[in-house]
């Protein structure tokens, strides 16, 4: 016989919940398929929604889902694990919330020859995470390096710098 129980009825996005498998009459060591429904591969770490369970000496098998805290939107949904003809689950409850950014300078204006300096704020952005940007209102040879386009990378306080030196070109451009 198979018995499945969850560890709670509900779990956040970004946390473990615990299924475990409680068998009769079954042998040490049996592997146990089992299936993760009501959510995609993307709501799941590691982000397999199968897998094999393993029965120890006491006639139990755990399996451990850790949920992705993946800052979409997406409502309540019920994580179901089946295995063994038994199932069982939890709801996961949607944490996320929206990104936002935001952009400020670090003066209202740059002489030639300066470093322009930029500040992005974010949150409920992960750190580590690359945003793009592009520069506009000058062209490449204003900027040293010629680069219009970057990457600002989000550190663990929710910034990113972006920095451009402008060319001091002496041509008069107003």
């Not at 309540?76 to 939890?90: C, F, I, M, N, P």
Request: hydrophobic share 35%; net charge negative.
């Amino acid at each position: 016989t198979y018995v499945l129980a969850a560890s709670s009825a509900s779990v956040n996005e970004g946390s473990p919940v615990t299924f475990t498998l409680t068998t009769t009459n079954v042998a040490t060591g049996t592997s146990v398929p089992y299936t993760l429904s009501g959510v995609n591969s993307a709501d799941i770490s590691g982000g397999l929604l199968t897998g094999n369970a393993v029965i120890n000496s006491s006639g139990l098998a755990t399996i451990s889902v850790t949920l992705v805290n993946d800052l979409l939107t997406e409502g309540t949904e019920t994580l179901t694990v089946t295995t063994g003809g038994a199932s069982a689950s939890a709801t996961v409850n949607d944490t996320s919330r929206a990104p936002t950014y935001s952009l400020t300078a670090t003066s209202s204006s740059f002489n030639e020859g300066a470093t322009a300096t930029f500040t992005l704020t974010t949150t409920n952005v992960a750190t580590g995470t690359s945003v793009p940007y592009t520069l506009s209102g000058v062209n490449s040879a204003d900027i040293s390096g010629g680069l219009l386009t970057g990457n600002a990378v989000i550190n663990s306080s929710g910034l990113a710098t972006i920095s451009a030196t402008l060319v001091n070109d002496v041509i008069t451009e107003g």
